[in-house]
């Protein structure tokens, strides 16, 4: 499946229930099961991002779904991109070379 790494930055309203955040964390990786969706990790960081999902979806629109999802609740802002492993990269390369 599709690898996605999401850039989060919280909201005023996220930032007012900043004690939640682990619990509508927890709420998202739940919901997102529904969708077919593997969450592989949630960080919280220091910098642009407040935070980062890296998760797998089926597709480009399962994982656009998931995000405007968690977006609708108001807490979070997000930014995401597709990632590719070092053979999916491997593959793009050798279709270069074509």
Same mark, same amino acid.
């Given at each position: 499946?599709?690898?996605?790494?999401?850039?989060?930055?919280?909201?005023?309203?996220?930032?007012?229930?900043?004690?939640?955040?682990?619990?509508?964390?927890?709420?998202?990786?739940?919901?997102?099961?529904?969708?077919?969706?593997?969450?592989?990790?949630?960080?919280?960081?220091?910098?642009?991002?407040?935070?980062?999902?890296? =998760?797998?979806? /089926?597709?480009?629109? !399962?994982?656009? +779904?998931? &995000?405007? %999802?968690?977006?609708?609740?108001?807490?979070?802002?997000?930014?995401?991109?597709?990632? =590719?492993?070092? /053979?999916?990269?491997? !593959?793009?390369? +050798?279709? &270069?070379? %074509?």
């Amino acid at each position: 499946m599709p690898n996605y790494i999401t850039g989060i930055q919280f909201t005023q309203k996220g930032i007012q229930e900043i004690g939640n955040t682990t619990k509508r964390a927890a709420a998202f990786k739940t919901s997102s099961k529904k969708l077919g969706i593997k969450v592989k990790e949630i960080f919280w960081t220091l910098g642009e991002y407040d935070g980062f999902l890296i =998760f797998e979806a /089926a597709d480009d629109e !399962t994982a656009t +779904a998931a &995000m405007l %999802q968690l977006e609708a609740l108001g807490n979070v802002h997000t930014t995401t991109s597709r990632a =590719f492993t070092s /053979a999916e990269m491997d !593959t793009i390369l +050798a279709k &270069m070379q %074509q």
